[in-house]
C-alpha cells in the first residue's frame, strides 16, 4: 500500500526558512516523478513543484521561482521541499504527490504538513 | 497558464440521486497526437487530503465505485456521481495535466 507521510511544518517568521519532508512506502519511489502541492481556504489548490524520478527535471510554480528547492533522496525514499523567504501568501497546506500514470497527474497523496508564516 | 473554472460553486443532492459537475478550461486539453485528454477530477472529504477519482477524463482510477463516470473532450468535462452515497460528501475538484503549471478548479461542495 503506498503510503506518503509528511512533516516539518510549523510556525515560520516572514523571511524565514522551512525545509518538509515526506516520507514514502509501498512503492518503487526511484521510478516515479513527485510534486508537492499547497491549499489555502482562498486560492484552493495550487501545484508548487515537480522532480523526476532521476533528477534530470525540476520545475517550479512562478509564485515559488527562486525560493523553493525541490530535491529527493532514492535511496533513503524521501522528498524534501526547502522554502526560503518565505512570505504570508506561501501559508498553506503543503502535500506531497506521486505520479504514476502521467507526468502531471497525482495519483497518491499524503495526509498533509501545515506551514504558517506569521511573525 | 490554463484556467479551470468549474460549476457550480457548491450542490445540495438528496442520497440516491444524481449530481453533475461541470468543468471548462481555457484551452484544450487534448492531445491530439494520442487522443487524450489529459484532465483529472478528485474527491477531498473533510479533514482529508484529495483522492484521484477519475483521470483521462473518463478512467475511473482503480478501487473507485462505478457510480462515478467522467466524459467531455476539449475544454468541456463532466463528472457525474449516478447515486449519491453519504460518503460522497465532499469538494470535488477537476484538473488540467496537458501542460506545466498543472491547475485545479476552484472546487465544487456536494452536500446532502
Known amino acids: 500500500q503506498v503510503q506518503l507521510v509528511e512533516s516539518g511544518g510549523g510556525v515560520v517568521q516572514p523571511g524565514g526558512s522551512v525545509r518538509v519532508s515526506c516520507a514514502t512506502a509501498?512503492?518503487?519511489?526511484?521510478?516515479?516523478?513527485m510534486h508537492w502541492v499547497r491549499q489555502t481556504p482562498g486560492k484552493g489548490l495550487e501545484w508548487v513543484a515537480f522532480?523526476?524520478?532521476?533528477?534530470?527535471?525540476?520545475q517550479y510554480a512562478d509564485s515559488v521561482k527562486g525560493r523553493f528547492t525541490i530535491s529527493r533522496d532514492n535511496a533513503k525514499k524521501m522528498l524534501y521541499l526547502q522554502m526560503d523567504s518565505l512570505r504570508a501568501d506561501d501559508t498553506a497546506v503543503y502535500y506531497c504527490?506521486?505520479?504514476?500514470?502521467?507526468?502531471?497527474?497525482?495519483?497518491?497523496w499524503g495526509q498533509g504538513t501545515l506551514v504558517i508564516v506569521s511573525s | 497558464d490554463i484556467v479551470m473554472t468549474q460549476s457550480p460553486d457548491s450542490l445540495a443532492v438528496s442520497l440516491g440521486e444524481r449530481a453533475t459537475i461541470n468543468c471548462k478550461s481555457s484551452?484544450?486539453?487534448?492531445?491530439?497526437?494520442?487522443?487524450?485528454?489529459?484532465l483529472a477530477w478528485y474527491r477531498q472529504r473533510p479533514g482529508q487530503p484529495p483522492e484521484l477519482l477519475i483521470y483521462?477524463?473518463?478512467t475511473r482510477e482503480s478501487g473507485v465505485p462505478d457510480r462515478f463516470s467522467g466524459s467531455g473532450s476539449g475544454t468541456d468535462f463532466t463528472l457525474t456521481i449516478s447515486s449519491l452515497q453519504a460518503e460522497d460528501v465532499a469538494v470535488y475538484y477537476c484538473?488540467?495535466?496537458?501542460?506545466?503549471?498543472?491547475?485545479f478548479g476552484q472546487g465544487t461542495k456536494v452536500e446532502v
Open positions: 504527490a506521486c505520479s504514476v500514470a502521467a507526468g502531471g497527474l497525482f495519483d497518491y
Open positions: 509501498g512503492f518503487d519511489f526511484s521510478d516515479y516523478g
Open positions: 522532480i523526476r524520478h532521476d533528477f534530470s527535471n525540476k
Open positions: 484551452q484544450s486539453v487534448l492531445y491530439t497526437s494520442n487522443n487524450k485528454n489529459y
Open positions: 483521462w477524463a473518463s
Open positions: 484538473q488540467q495535466y496537458f501542460i506545466n503549471p498543472y491547475t
